[in-house]
Each structure stands twice: as C-alpha cells, then as structure tokens.
C-alpha cells in the first residue's frame, strides 16, 4: 500500500465524525459533504508526517471550512431565518435500520436544536458545537475563530443561553410515537379539540416550502406560526395529505414524512416537552427534499 492509499485509508476511518460535525455545523447534509470532501482534498495536498492527531486536524480543518461557508451564506438566510428548517436525517419505519443508520439515530441532534443553531452567528456556533457536542478545548477553539481563549468561552457561553432557552423535548422515543400517532389521528379526522389537546398553548409551528411551490407541498406558503389555536388552524389544512403520510424517524426521534408517488414531499418534526407539543418543524422545500437521503 503506498503512501496516498494509507492517507486514504485513515482518513475513512475519521470520516463519519468529520460529517457528524460538519453537520451540527451546518445543518446541511449536501454542504456537509462538501466540507468533509474539502478536508481530504487539503489533507491530500499536505505533509502531515509531523502530525501526531490527525483526528484532531481534520477537524481543525473541517470546522475553518465549516465558518468560511457559515460566514458566506449569512447575509442569504436573514430574510428566512424565521421560517429554515435545516436539513433533516431521515429513516423510515418500514424496514430494519442498517448498523450505519442505528449509528446516525444515536447520535443524532435534535432538528429543533439545530433551528435554534440557525440563529447563532458563526464563531458563536462553531464554539458552541465544538465546545459543548464534541468536548474540544477552548484553545483549539481560539486558533480556529481567531480569538483568545476567554473570548471563544464566552462565545460557547452565547451560544449555550440562547441554546438552553430552546425547547429541548422530553427524549421518550416510546411517548413521543403515542403523540405523533394521535396528531397523525386527528389531523386525519379533523378533530379540531383532540389536536388542540396535544399542543402547548405557546406552541410553535414553522413550515419551510421555500421559494417554490407545488400540489403535495404541504403549507403553501413559508410561515411561523404561534399558538395552539393558530397552529391547529394550520393542521386541519395538512389533512388532505393524511393518505401519504407514514411514520419516520427525524433525527432519531420518531416523526412523520409524506411520501406521494415515491417522491418525498415533506417531513415533520415534533418536539414534546412534559406530554405536550412545544414545537413543530415542517420543510416542504421541494427543490431540498428530492436531495436528501430517505434511508429504507
């Protein structure tokens, strides 16, 4: 084996956590693949002879590539913040999960967590997710974001706040099926009172269809939408995807995708926190859904 094919090799070995982070990073999974593929296109261009942890590089160098793009793409995302969904990982229900899917719903964060990551500015998120989801030291830290280490604490510190006031859910797989079944339920039947029942008076709804619409692309508009009662105004317009609708798990978590035609057209989120639903996270974005991997 030469040289390269051992680089290559190693490199494969790190991969998963270089995705795991990239992706926490972005809340993209395209351009999370992108910025590991970035990390072995440099990797392969340097000598690394000298370096004792490469794990520890790689993601020195994923996390730059990471707040490059985060940094680039602000200025696009201020007009839509309110209503971004990051990119959801998905696996059905229909089937086993692979050993590499069970791996991803371990590790999985919560799409709600990563809406919240949407609104951090970058070096805040960067420290935050490197900091507090990966456990690198703030020195690492300060190298990367070009800070002292005391500043790059208090940018975790942000982060954390603004992370922390969140609705984080209760993490009940089990409970959280009963609750996605009885929403499923009523939104079928119309129950205007059972659907009310599930939800959190200061529950919040936020539909991503981005710039494009079509016939099964849910809501059709972008919204935020607060309230129960305004929230359950919205869900009785879902009903009429109720035939398309099957169980998923978003993110390790169970929640519910439609699915006409072998073409996914949307995926839904819930966060439960004390039995109720505190938020729900919807992307219909056509043009992102037909990119994103629906694992059988």
């Known amino acids: 084996m030469d040289e390269h094919d051992q680089l290559a090799r190693q490199f494969e070995q790190h991969r998963g956590q ?6 926490r990073m972005l809340g993209s999974l395209a351009e999370a693949e992108d910025a590991v593929q970035e990390a072995w296109l440099r ?7 000298d370096v004792g942890n490469l794990a520890g590089w790689l993601t020195t160098v994923v996390s730059r590539v990471c707040l490059d793009m985060l940094r680039s793409r602000k200025s696009r995302r201020e007009d839509s913040l309110d209503t971004f969904v990051p ?9 086993a999960p692979s050993p590499e899917e069970e791996a991803v719903q371990a590790d999985a964060v919560g799409l709600a967590m990563l809406v919240v990551l949407e609104t951090l500015a970058p070096a805040e998120r960067l420290a935050f997710v490197l900091h507090d989801l990966f456990a690198v030291s703030f020195d690492e830290i300060a190298a990367i974001v070009d800070k002292s280490p005391a500043a790059t604490r208090q940018l975790a510190s942000r982060a954390r706040r603004r992370v922390q ?3 984080a859910g209760d993490g009940d797989p089990g409970r959280q099926r009963e609750i996605v079944e009885a929403f499923m339920a009523a939104s079928r039947g119309g129950d205007f009172e059972a659907l009310l029942s599930l939800l959190d008076p200061d529950v919040v709804l936020r539909a991503d269809a981005g710039a494009a619409t079509a016939e099964f692309a849910g809501p059709a508009i972008s919204k935020l939408v607060r309230g129960a009662r305004a929230v359950v105004e919205q ?6 995807m109720a035939p398309y609708t099957e169980h998923a798990l ?6 519910a995708i439609t699915v ?23 992307l219909a974005d056509l043009n992102r859904l037909e990119h994103l991997p629906l694992a059988a």
């Open 87 to 95: 990119d959801p990982i998905i696996t059905r229900e229909d089937g």
């Open 235 to 240: 869900a009785l317009m879902f009903s009429r």
């Open 43 to 49: 990797l392969s261009r340097s000598d690394v002879s």
């Open 260 to 282: 006409v035609n072998g073409r996914l057209m949307g995926v839904m989120s819930l966060t439960i926190t004390n039995g109720k639903i505190t938020e729900l996270n919807i």
């Open 165 to 167: 006031g969140a609705p």
């Open 250 to 255: 978003i993110n390790g978590m169970p929640g």
């Open 18 to 23: 270089l995705r795991a982070v990239a992706y």
